[in-house]
């Protein structure tokens, strides 16, 4: 059974452009949670999602971000019009649910954003 | 609402001497702890998780927290360091009110000296 899987794993882009991150979840894990951490800081979280929903997007910026967890398919976690701000690492974390032992979270590797 | 607080941002230890990494937390339920483990560049490795079981909790690599609730800590120890051991350590809390997300500390980064 793999892991929680990234992909990119390093993501360059130059201010202005469009950042996609992949996450794919373990398998039978239908809830993701997307985190960011920011240099020499914890992570935050931004979006829980179900399939085809969004639970809750307390923690993402209001602008140019977006995230999504379609029926068939990664969860995408998408930027747009990057700026040197948004340099970061994004974690994807899933769990095949959110109640008693089900609600443990498996983190992917990563991917780190470095925008020029 | 639920937060922790990683007393110490800096631990240095020499090897085979203890580890203790001090933890705090808030919380209006009762919370579901986890300590992660971070090597540098890499992703989270999770250690050890509190949920409302035994109040002493062992995990992986000699690690082991205790829970108490009157001084609402989660502290990490461990009997003797080892160069590897050196990493990024957050304590985290669940938010069930929240739909589990995870709230992390601010981190912990252990040195561990020769």
């Known amino acids: 059974n793999a892991g929680v899987m990234q992909n990119p794993r390093h993501l360059v882009r130059r201010r202005g452009q469009e950042a996609r991150l992949r996450c794919s979840p373990m398998?039978?894990?239908?809830?993701v949670y997307w985190y960011r951490q920011l240099p020499e800081e914890g992570l935050k979280f931004m979006v829980y999602?179900?399939?085809?929903?969004?639970?809750?997007e307390s923690g993402m910026p209001k602008e140019r971000f977006s995230a999504e967890f379609p029926k068939e398919g990664p969860s995408i976690l998408r930027i747009q019009q990057v700026v040197r701000g948004d340099s970061a690492a994004y974690f994807c974390?899933?769990?095949?649910?959110?109640?008693?032992?089900?609600?443990?979270?498996?983190f992917g590797p990563g991917t780190r954003l470095t925008v020029l | 609402a639920q937060s922790v607080t990683q007393l110490d941002s800096h631990v240095s230890v020499s090897e085979g001497t203890p580890v203790l990494l001090r933890c705090n937390y808030s919380?209006?339920?009762?919370?579901?702890l986890f300590w992660y483990v971070q090597h540098p560049n890499k992703g989270l490795q999770l250690l050890l998780k509190?949920?409302?079981?035994?109040?002493l909790v062992k995990g992986i690599n000699g690690f082991e927290a205790e829970f108490k609730k009157s001084e609402t800590s989660f502290h990490l120890t461990k009997p003797s360091a080892h160069m590897s051991d050196a990493a990024e350590y957050f304590c985290?809390?669940?938010?069930?009110?929240?739909?589990?997300?995870?709230?992390f500390g601010a981190g912990t980064r252990l040195a561990v000296h020769p």
């Open positions: 919380s209006s339920y009762s919370p579901s």
């Open positions: 985290v809390v669940s938010d069930p009110g929240g739909y589990n997300k995870l709230i």
């Open positions: 974390a899933s769990s095949p649910g959110t109640s008693g032992n089900r609600n443990e979270q498996f």
């Open positions: 509190y949920t409302s079981a035994a109040t």
């Open positions: 999602l179900q399939k085809e929903n969004i639970i809750d």
């Open positions: 398998k039978g894990h239908s809830h």
